[in-house]
């Protein structure tokens, strides 16, 4: 291919280090920056995700958002919604990371 690049890559000490993208390790690139990735997806998106597709909350003549009443409802719904929100954004956030690893693979 002819360029190179180089990738930053977060190690299971927090630390970093920078590596290459090859067909080698191209699989455990994906999957590291997947899941960094996945975990800095936060509660706010969610939230937005469950006001935009579900209707308010009406109690009297008081309205509530529906991620602020299932939060302090069942915070345990909550919570599990969240990760199970965060495993379906997996396919797109992997799709992202492969399409801009493979752009960036060295074989040379």
């Not at 706010?44 to 991620?67: F, H």
Request: charged share 40%; with cysteine.
């Amino acid at each position: 291919m002819g360029n190179s690049y180089d990738v930053l890559v977060n190690k299971e000490d927090d630390s970093y280090k920078i590596m290459k993208v090859t067909s080698d390790n191209i699989e455990s690139l994906i999957e590291e920056q997947v899941e960094a990735k996945l975990e800095l997806i936060e509660e706010s998106e969610y939230d937005d995700m469950l006001d935009e597709c579900t209707p308010m909350v009406q109690i009297g003549t008081l309205e509530y958002s529906p991620s602020q009443v299932l939060k302090a409802v069942d915070e345990v719904a909550y919570e599990l919604g969240f990760g199970e929100y965060v495993d379906s954004r997996r396919e797109d956030v992997e799709d992202e990371v492969r399409t801009e690893l493979e752009s960036q693979l060295d074989d040379d």
